[in-house]
């Protein structure tokens, strides 16, 4: 599924973030960027251990919560990770709703500022993380759209997700910015 916003897209596809051909793939990362499960395992395995080598030069104290910070992407197609950290649900006081968005805001600076055309998203803090993936395709999605009609890039924004279910719930609420 797909939907236009001006000069600026956002795609729905299922499968795996590592395989994806575009300028950006945002990992889904803990705060202290030591790897974990998830996509952030998979993107690890896949890109090999220069990711790693980069983020502990890099960012020895780590990513708060709520941003992301970037590194090259190793045997990836691509030409960066986004280490994004979304929030950890705790019943949705907490200030997660925000924190997911600023997440999501701050990996779409680093692709303007990287001039990247393109950018694959996994649904953050959906996983291990716990954010329910309703509310996380409400909030990532009206992020994503409003950053775009507001600054026409990048061209190209694309969420990769895992399985039926959280294609279905990304689907109903692209599907309902529609009308
Ligand atoms: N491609 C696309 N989506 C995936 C993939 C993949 N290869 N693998 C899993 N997902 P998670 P979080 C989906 O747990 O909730 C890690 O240990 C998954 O089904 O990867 O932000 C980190 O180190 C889910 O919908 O990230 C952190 O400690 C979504 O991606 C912690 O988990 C996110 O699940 C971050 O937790």
Known sequence: MQVQFGSCRIELAQGD????????????????????GGVDGAIHRAGGPQIMEETDRDYPDGCSVGNAVATGA?????????????????????????????????????????????????????????????????HSLATVRDFLIDRQKPALVRFVLFGAGAYGAYARVLESMTS
Do not use: Q
């Open 17 to 36: 973030i590592t395989a994806e051909e575009v300028d950006a793939i945002v990992n889904a990362a803990n705060s202290a960027l030591a790897g974990g």
């Open 74 to 138: 190793g045997k990836l197609s691509a030409t960066y990770v986004f280490h994004a950290v979304g929030p950890i649900w705790s019943g949705g006081d907490s200030g997660e709703p925000d924190l997911l968005t600023s997440a999501y805001r701050s990996c779409l600076e680093l692709a303007t500022e990287r001039e990247c055309r393109s950018i694959a998203f996994p649904a953050i803090s959906t996983g291990v993380y716990g954010y329910p993936m309703d509310l996380a395709a409400e």
